[in-house]
């Protein structure tokens, strides 16, 4: 499995279990330091990420060997128009500046209903023109659904999806859309594998919201328990086994989080566990985005 590092955490306040808040940029720099040192490639970033972008900027050296995506803005808007094209492209190139990069590894269309809307394909259209310029070298979108990657199939052919995956949501793994993507050559980026935390806090710090499963939840304890694993060991053991996965992105605050996910990387490895009694159907419990916390 190939771990990438999310860097949200590097420009805002992020995730229910941070309890650190946003991470200072000496610490981001031990972060990239040991990601570096043990083998990972992939930064994650977003205009939008607050100051992500710029700390990363300010720290990555000239030689790095990291591939640095970042995100188109999400225009939600009913029609995208021959504006929002240039927007876009404006947008990104404050982004190279920022990140002080001449190109990157990959751009994705942030919300992914912006290329299903009318006029959506000009945003598609503007990313290939990034992309034969030579600015960036894969282009793609970050999904939610497996409607929206059977829409966004239909009509484009993007090198990298960015989807939601984990113990509790396998809806995307339930539905075959990852065997899908696979096969046509898609590569897959697994983001929310803590689902922003839930899966790592314990059961007392569990918000109000999440009642409605509180059997799964206690579920999870008990499978703990009788595997004998930590949170973290369980939800990284899922990712690992998931073999259409390309890369699994994780997000920390502090290199010593970083070095507790290479240590239970380590204690997992060869472990593959049946845990589809783990899943959960219920969307407002496993998206984000309907979460009233």
């Known amino acids: 499995m190939k771990l990438g590092l999310g860097t949200v955490q590097f420009g805002m306040n992020y995730g229910m279990s941070n309890l650190r808040g946003r991470t200072p940029p000496a610490e981001v720099d031990h972060i990239l330091r040991l990601a570096a040192d ?43 128009h021959a504006a929002d094209a240039i927007y876009l492209r ?47 070298r894969k282009i793609g979108v970050s999904v939610y659904s497996g409607q929206q990657i059977d829409s966004i199939l239909e009509a484009y052919t993007p090198d990298i999806v960015q989807l939601p995956l984990n113990l509790f949501d396998q809806r995307l793994l339930e539905s075959g859309h990852l065997e899908k993507l696979k096969c046509r050559g898609v590569e897959i980026h ?26 799964k939840l206690e579920y999870y304890v008990r499978f703990l328990e009788e595997n004998k694993l930590t949170r973290l060991q369980a939800t990284l053991a899922f990712a690992a086994k998931q073999r259409d996965v390309d890369v699994v992105l994780v997000g920390v605050t502090s290199a010593a ?23 959960v159907a219920d969307e407002r419990m496993v998206n984000p985005s309907l979460w009233k916390l």
Not at 118 to 123: A, F, Q, S
Not at 199 to 206: G, K, T
């Open 38 to 80: 043990n083998g990972v490639q992939i930064l994650d970033t977003a205009a939008v990420y607050g100051d992500s972008e710029i700390v990363l900027g300010g720290l990555l050296a000239p030689d790095h060997d990291f591939r640095v995506i970042t995100k188109t803005p999400s225009f939600k808007t009913s029609t995208i």
């Open 190 to 215: 697994a983001r929310s594998v803590f689902l922003q935390g839930l899966l790592l806090i314990e059961p007392d710090q569990v918000p109000p919201h999440f009642s409605p499963i509180s059997d």
């Open 90 to 136: 404006d947008t990104f190139r404050r982004s190279l500046e920022n990140l002080r990069q001449e190109n990157v590894y990959g751009l994705l269309v942030h919300h992914a209903d912006d290329l299903l809307v009318p006029g959506g394909e000009r945003v598609f259209t503007e990313m290939q023109r990034l992309l034969e310029e030579g600015l960036v």
């Open 257 to 279: 989080e970083l070095r507790d996910i290479f240590s239970a990387l380590d204690a997992v490895s060869g472990i593959d566990l049946d845990m589809s009694a783990l899943k």
